[in-house]
Nanobody, 126 residues
Framework: QVQLVESGGGSVQSGGSLRLSCAASGYTYSSYSMGWFRQAPGKEREGVAAIDSDGSTSYADSVKGRFTISQDNAKNTLYLQMNSLKPEDTAKYYC????????????????????WGQGTQVTVSS
């Protein structure tokens, strides 16, 4: 049974930092591409950052230079380090897994991911 469990969300002021974690279980972690997505109220879910099963990464333009995706294959855990947070980063953040490799064109597209976590809320105040 595949499980993705996010943690690390919270409330911070603009300019602050948070580190999200996603603990994965129930599948061969190294065979899957992993992504972080977010959804704000009234908006569509958008891809934030992703890492392909071959290790290549992709970022949304809005977070480049501020967010860093990484993973620890030994711990089956995905991370998202978020620095210089802005109020527009406020959203519920979801971890997702999909069979890789996907290729850069697909990495930030939600519909190619098979498994999703329940999400963790990030709120950035000005």
């Amino acid at each position: 049974q595949v499980q993705l469990v996010e943690s690390g969300g919270g409330s911070v002021q603009s300019g602050g930092s948070l580190r999200l974690s996603c603990a994965a279980s129930g599948y061969t972690y190294s065979s899957y591409s992993m992504g972080w997505f977010r959804q704000a109220p009234g908006k569509e879910r958008e891809g934030v950052a992703a890492i392909d099963s071959d290790g290549s990464t992709s970022y949304a333009d809005s977070v480049k230079g501020r967010f860093t995706i990484s993973q620890d294959n030994a711990k089956n855990t995905l991370y998202l380090q978020m620095n210089s947070l802005k109020p527009e980063d406020t959203a519920k953040y979801y971890c997702a897994a999909g069979l890789g490799p996907m290729g850069s064109w697909w990495l930030l597209r939600a519909h190619v991911y098979n498994y999703w976590g329940q999400g963790t809320q990030v709120t950035v105040s000005s």
